[in-house]
């Protein structure tokens, strides 16, 4: 049995959170926000796959969070509002959400509208390259869950490689080659640099598998 997907609510109407909370709990876990200061700190506990957004909330509003969340995270959001003028939609839209419904709502396209974007979102190329449920697209995003960083075009040239053979040690002239491809006409003191500037970068979402093999080159393992 499939684990069921996690959807979070950002919405202070009690009746409006119990009315979704009913009606989606059968096909995900659901979870609504109990501190509207702590949404951040909600969100990183819980996890969720998707995120349900109200425009007006206490103390800080939809647009702020969605603008918060999306300093580090890509979690799929749909704002739930109200406000159903073209103009909060289009704010909404250019503030990182993924869709917009106007209150008062069809069920029935709620939960389309979910159903598309959480296939949308998590249904991976067969461009992309994975390693122990890290994720990296060729245009240089890695992930894992919901955390991401934006690799340069010379690291995301080096993960890839890395990630084509894991367990395999990559020379650094195979490194090499594959950047002059790419026309990086860098030499091995430059690759070191960018070897150690990677590393400090995917470590801050626990990337932990890139290896020297001294005199020879790295792998990832």
């Not at 069920?107 to 159903?115: D, N, P, V, Y």
């Not at 598309?116 to 869950?145: C, E, I, M, V």
């Amino acid at each position: 049995m499939n684990k069921k997907q996690k959807l979070y609510i950002v919405e202070d109407d009690e009746t409006i959170v119990t009315l979704l909370s009913n009606h989606l709990k059968k096909d995900y876990q659901v979870f609504s926000c109990q501190n509207f200061r702590a949404i951040l700190q909600e969100i990183k506990e819980f996890q969720p796959d998707l995120i349900l957004m109200d425009i007006s909330l206490p103390y800080f509003n939809g647009f702020y969070w969605t603008t918060e969340i999306r300093k580090t995270l890509t979690t799929p959001i749909i704002f739930i509002s109200s406000a159903d003028d073209d103009m909060s939609a289009v704010m909404a839209m250019n503030m990182g959400a993924d869709d917009f419904i106007s209150k008062p709502f069809s069920l029935s396209i709620l939960e389309a509208k979910l159903t598309a974007l959480l296939r949308r979102a998590y249904q991976f190329s067969h461009k992309d390259y994975s390693y122990n449920d890290f994720y990296l697209t060729p245009d240089g995003d890695f992930f894992k869950d919901h955390q991401h960083i934006q690799l340069s075009r010379t690291e995301t040239k080096i993960m890839i490689t890395l990630l084509a053979k894991p367990g395999e040690v990559v020379s650094k002239e195979v490194l090499l080659e594959k950047l002059w491809e790419n026309e990086e006409f860098i030499d091995h003191n430059t690759l070191s640099v960018n070897m150690t500037r990677l590393r400090k970068k995917v470590t801050q979402i626990g990337f932990n598998h890139i290896h020297t093999v001294r005199g020879v080159g790295y792998l990832i393992q």
